[in-house]
């Protein structure tokens, strides 16, 4: 407990429920374009964070886990949809699951590009200035990378995550189908996978989701200049 650190605790889980409102809302956002009026309907096509939060999900346990380290998960509500509304409900369901991720990947280019702005043209910098360096340092990196971890972990082929429906909708219809079975085991394994490492050697996904975050992120910011 000696590195504990309230002030940096909080900071994360503040921007985690950023990119977690832009995230939600690619999905609302999306399905709207696509034909489902529903989340625009119940207000979740917001930008308001207050719209999106899951009380448990969103606060407690990203707060626990950033106090006292451990896995650090969480989710928002999540954003209803009616296939019914979809032209191709397979398909739209897909695009749907993809919009919040891909929105996580796009805040990263907006984020890691926003700091190449402001370190070429701005008198932003960390080299000189203390407050400076923490912003860069505690902020913009930071959030960055969070954004970018979103969308890996997002993209897990389990049931509720969006990789699921990606995954459903690349399928064959008959394969997909039987991937639609496995379903109601996918919180149980996604728990196993999360937890289990901790009290048994097992692969470490979230280790190794990071180091593919890590990998997404460094790549972004080679694009961008940095």
């Known amino acids: 407990m000696g590195n504990f650190d309230p002030f940096a605790s909080i900071l994360i889980v503040i921007q985690f429920i950023i990119l977690l409102t832009f995230h939600e809302w690619g999905h609302a956002k999306s399905a709207d374009m696509l034909g489902d009026p529903t989340a625009r309907d119940q207000g979740r096509m917001s930008l ?5 939060i899951d009380i448990v999900g969103t606060i407690i346990l990203p707060l626990f886990a950033s106090f006292f380290g451990g896995a650090f998960f969480g989710w928002a509500k999540p954003v209803p949809v009616n296939p019914y509304n979809l032209k191709n409900w397979r ?7 993809a919009a919040g991720p891909f929105m996580n990947i796009v805040l990263a280019f907006v984020i890691l590009g926003g700091l190449k702005i402001a370190l070429e043209f701005t008198a932003f910098d960390p080299n000189t200035s203390q407050l400076h360096a923490v912003i860069h340092r505690q902020i913009i990196r930071p959030m960055a990378l969070i954004s970018v971890f979103l969308a890996a972990f997002n993209m897990l082929p389990l049931f509720p995550l969006d990789g699921f429906s990606v ?5 064959p219809e008959n394969a997909a189908r039987q991937f639609e079975k496995l379903s109601p085991y996918g919180m149980p ?9 901790y009290i048994l050697p097992l692969p470490n996904v979230l ?4 180091y593919i975050s890590y990998e997404i992120f460094f790549f972004i910011g080679k694009i961008v200049g940095l």
């Not at 398909?91 to 699951?97: C, Q, S």
């Not at 394994?189 to 490492?197: N, S, T």
């Not at 280790?207 to 990071?210: A, I, S, V």
């Open 48 to 52: 308001n964070p207050g719209v999106h």
């Open 91 to 97: 398909r739209d369901l897909m695009l749907i699951a």
């Open 167 to 171: 995954v459903r909708g690349l399928l």
């Open 189 to 197: 394994i996604l728990m196993c996978l999360i937890f289990l490492p």
């Open 207 to 210: 280790g190794f989701l990071g």
